[in-house]
């Protein structure tokens, strides 16, 4: 009969209508700025810098290698590289971006600057209100805008973090175990130039080398 | 001026203007509209006739304009899908280049 | 000759003027539904509101209609030198004002000179319908035949040729 | 104490024609043709717009209802100043008029649309004794206003010179012109059953009752029938869902205004939902006794409420279909327009007459059911047996 799936159709959404006034779990819409649904782990928008410790200035993990901005495709990074060097947050003086913008307005949230980063110091944000009164200069955030603790990203991404935290860790681990035996080398090697400078002082270019060799390993 | 002479020298005027139209236009619509036109004066001349004639009861003259709008809507269902298909044909609704009578 | 006479004769003349002068086809419509409209009110103002209202129903909502459809279709709108006006311009012109001098001498003499006052007919639509359905059935059966027959005749005549060769070899 | 509570009833039916005439008696008497006009028609002016914005709110949050959403709910209490808000941005939005556009038949065509909308509204009965003009061809006033807005659809659609705009008037207009042709056939059975076309005596005719129960054309079989056909026409002549073929936002983003923005927009936006209102009160007029009371001892409630309740049920009848159904397709459009509707009302006329010719009683409602219903199956058998569209397979695709 001509029809029917008509009346079938108004049945259903006069089921709706009726039934959205009385069970309020058919509703689906979520009364944005009130309620606001739990973000999923894997949300990204936009990038951020990560510092560690305290301090958002001393603690940056970026070392203004300027990866980064050669890669991004809408070239939305801006990094000037220092001329100096500071001590990072593990003690080795490193050079820092004087200036590190990123142009969020131009940003496509495409995540390459982070999958370049050798030093795992740019990663994505979740904050999504980011509208801005200022048309020009509002989305156009510097570093210590973008600074952002490493408290946070843990907070933000935990997977993500833990993973990225124990790399470090043990990527410093392995620095340090490889410094302490480079400085004991160094001693060792050291020592026994000494040694051998006191010990052969008349024979003056033979062990020269040698002791040469030694110390590029 | 009766009221009579008012609506017959107008309906002259009407026609004298479609009349004009079908005459110097080239476009075939346009000379269709003037047609219209022309029959829409004759309307005119009847209703007024029949309005200030002696016998308005008889309901002719309203009868007639009935008709004839009728046979005009006819007339322009036809005279258009003719056009269309005299354009279809020959690519143009210029009368002036519609001279040949092959193809 | 009542001031409303005079306006609705005037924006009868002045729409269907304009229908038969302007440039551009569909301004030409246009205009030429302002006039019929025009001459619609005229009815009305004559006491005739079938007529007036069927104007109304035919000429704006149909053959206006269909006049812009066939402008769209031919591509007339574009004002180019096909639209307009023919070598006849001065002599039909001509003819037309010679036709009108002619109608205006023959209304001016064969017309009394005094108003005729009659009463405007009463309730004219009920007997309208009376007498389509009585005495005038057999031009209404005749009309309502060439209605169709225009419309069959007009459907098979604007039919897409090419389109109307396949449906007879499929049939 | 009834025969002055029924006058109590009368008088509250009556207060807009009282107040009228009250008015009236203070203006001096060559004035009073004038006065007495625009008395009539400044209620109706007003009244319908503000139906208007209350519609596009109930609209909207009936819609939002039906989908299991909210509604706008953020201006004023439940969202009910929403229309205000949106008044105020059309209105302070930048007339933007395309540089190509056709000036003056762009800037006239929402205006000609707007006073065709408006026009229509002078024949229809909004309660007893309110109506502005009874016109003895009333009905056929109203359909010939009504083919005046396929005129400004045209023009509108035109005067942009954009092709969108062209394509959603062109699509307009030949689908105005396909399902007037039903509207005018379905109401002809009203006509013919009434022997009038003055609306004032069409609802008169209407306003009696036979015990408890309404004279009403829609409770005869042809009535039922005609008054369906009407409300589907009517649903395509105001060119909404599931026939918003021409403002099909996926394919031609709003049809024939497309190019119009801000005050025009808003005019466009009100013709279209008062031409909606006009052919739903002229389905009330014809077909469910205008502003008379569904049953006899319900007639003490004014009449003019009683026309404004009918006309909501059938403008919630509109926003329930438009919920539910999706657009249909040109072709889909066309067939049911001219190969189901159109028999449908001619058979439907036919059914009246023979309703009219035979002697009251089950054999004659029983006969007439039984030819509409009979042509109403073989019709739609006709239009199954050429499927509109066949499940569709993929051959790369799973």
New interface residues.
Partial sequence: ??GEG?VK??A???R??F???VNKE????V?YPEERLPQIEATRDFPFLVYDGADPAAGLRCVACQICEKECPPKCIYIVKSTDKKPDATGKPQAYPAQFDIDISVCMSCQICVEVCPFDAIKMDVEFELSSEDRFGGLLLDKYKLAKSNEYYNKIHPTEAGAVDAALAEERAKAKLAAEAKAKKDAEAAAAKAAAAAAAPAVSATPEPAAATGETK | MSPLTGYLLLSAFLFSIGLAGALTRRNAILVLIGIELMLNAANLNFIAFWRYGPHPEALTGVMFAIFSISVAAAEAAVGLSIILAVYRHSRTTNLDQLNSMKG | MTISFLLLAAITIIGTAAAMTLK?L??CV?AL?LGLVGLAALYLELGA??VG??Q??VY???V??LA??AI?MTRS?IPTLSNAESSFRASGSLIAVLVFAVLAWAVYTGTSKQAILLAPPE????QVGSALMHHFVLPLEVIGLLLTAALVGAAIVAMDEPRAKQTRGRQ | MSGSLLAYANDVDQIFVLAKHWLLGYVPGPLEPITSAILSVVPVMLAFPLLFAITTVLERK?LG??????GPNRTGWFGILQPMADGVKSLTKEDIVPRTA?QL?HYLAPVVMVIASFLAYAVLPIGRNMVIAN???GV??F??????V??SV??AG?SSHSKYS?LGA?RA?AQM?SY?MPLVLSSVVVIMAA????TVTIVNLQAGYTGIWPHWYLFTPWGIVGFVIFMIAATAESNRCPFDMPEGESEIIAGYFIEYSGFKFALFFLAEYLGMFATSAMAITLFLGGWAAPFSFLTWIPSYIWFFAKLLTIIFMFI??R???PRLRMDQLMNFAWKFMLPLSLINIVGAGVWHFMPAGFVRWGAVSLLLILS??LL?RG??RNKWFHVRTYRYAT
């Fill in positions: 009969m001509l008509i159709g108004l259903e959404t006069a709706n209508f039934g959205s006034y058919r509703l689906t819409t009364q | 551009n569909v301004h246009l539904t509101q079938f209202f069927t109304i129903l704006v909502g149909a206006a209609i812009a459809f769209m709108a309730g004219s639509v009920a | 009936g209802r039906m989908q299991n959403r909210y056709d038949v016109l003895n061809a056929l006033f359909f010939a206003i009504g083919s005046m396929e005129l045209f023009m035109w062209l062109m207009i012109i007037e022997g009038s076309l003055s329930w279909v919920g539910t159904l109403c199956v739609s239009l199954r």
